[in-house]
C-alpha cells in the first residue's frame, strides 16, 4: 500500500483545513487509517484513526470535538477534518494504514506510512 497526503497548509488560528490520504491498491477497506502528527523537536503522535468500514473513530483527547475523520473505501481514501485550529495544532501530519482489526495509537502498530503534509497555524 502506498499513501500520498495532501491538503495541508497555512491556516489562521479558529480557522479549518482538510487533509486527504490517497491510498493505492485494493485492499484499502482492509486497513484500519490513522493519522499522526509531529511538531518540531517533538515525538510522533497521534491523532485519531478510523475502522474499516468507517464505522468507528477514536481521536486524542486535544483534537476531541475539533478533529473528525472520516474514509471512502470507494475511492481508497481517509480524510481529516480540521476545525477551530489552533497554533499549538502546527505539525507534520501523516497517515497511516494498520492490518490490524482495531484502532490503535501506537506508531509501531501500522504498516504503511504516507509522507506527511505540513500544518501551519498562526495566532
Known amino acids: 500500500v502506498q499513501l500520498q497526503a495532501s491538503g495541508g497548509g497555512l491556516v489562521q488560528a479558529g480557522g479549518s483545513l482538510r487533509l486527504s490520504c490517497a491510498a493505492s491498491?485494493?485492499?484499502?477497506?482492509?486497513?484500519?487509517m490513522g493519522w499522526f502528527r509531529q511538531a518540531p523537536g517533538k515525538e510522533r503522535e497521534f491523532v485519531g484513526g478510523i475502522n474499516r468500514n468507517g464505522g468507528r473513530t477514536d481521536y486524542t483527547d486535544s483534537v476531541k470535538g475539533r478533529f473528525t475523520i472520516s474514509r471512502d473505501n470507494a475511492k481508497n481514501t481517509v480524510y481529516l477534518q480540521m476545525d477551530s485550529l489552533q497554533p499549538e495544532d502546527t505539525a507534520v501530519y501523516y497517515c497511516a494504514a494498520d492490518f490490524g482489526l482495531t484502532i490503535s495509537p501506537v506508531r509501531r502498530s501500522y504498516d504503511y506510512w504516507g509522507q506527511g503534509t505540513q500544518v501551519t497555524v498562526s495566532s
Open positions: 491498491g485494493r485492499t484499502f477497506s482492509s486497513y484500519v
